[in-house]
């Protein structure tokens, strides 16, 4: 894999979890609605401004970033829903997709650091940072 395809893959499962990110913040219902209504709109918004730091990474390094719906659902490994999901289901859903792209990041670690790309393995180290952090506040929830 190159370092073009990696941030590209980035780019689509990014894309794939704003949209689902979205859908749960309007979806949401119950107790928790206020406190994950406003947690969903943090992250998506958080995953809008990751959206466009990969995107411009890559055109910084002569790549060309996919940029259509069809392309983030051919190439996403993040899957979208459609399903009713309860609050609780939404949350798992959240940390199940947080932890396979720091898993991805971690790959695109190396990718990026054989290519001699440390502006890129930096950029990646620091999401991976943002989302571990992300996920023990959500799994945190969890456990209330």
């Known amino acids: 894999m190159t ?3 990696m941030i590209n893959l980035q ?3 990014w894309n794939v979890l704003y949209t689902k990110l979205h859908r749960f913040h309007w979806y949401v219902k119950g107790p928790h609605f206020f406190t994950l209504h ?3 709109e943090e992250l998506y918004e958080e995953a809008a401004a990751t959206i466009d730091e990969f995107a411009e990474q890559l055109l ?9 719906l069809k392309e983030y659902l ?4 993040i899957e979208e829903t459609s399903e009713t999901l309860s609050a609780e289901e939404m949350v ?3 940390v199940h997709d947080f932890s ?5 990041l971690k790959a695109g670690m190396e990718v990026a650091e054989q290519n001699n790309d440390e502006v890129t393995s930096d950029m990646l180290l620091e999401l991976i940072g943002k ?5 023990w506040m959500l799994k945190s929830f969890l456990e209330a």
């Open 3 to 5: 370092v073009e395809q």
């Open 11 to 13: 780019i689509a499962n």
């Open 38 to 40: 406003a947690k969903f």
């Open 60 to 68: 910084t390094i002569g790549g060309s970033p996919i940029s259509t």
């Open 74 to 77: 051919q190439l996403a490994t």
């Open 92 to 94: 798992q859903t959240i």
């Open 100 to 104: 396979l792209i720091i898993d991805e």
């Open 131 to 135: 989302l571990n952090k992300h996920n």
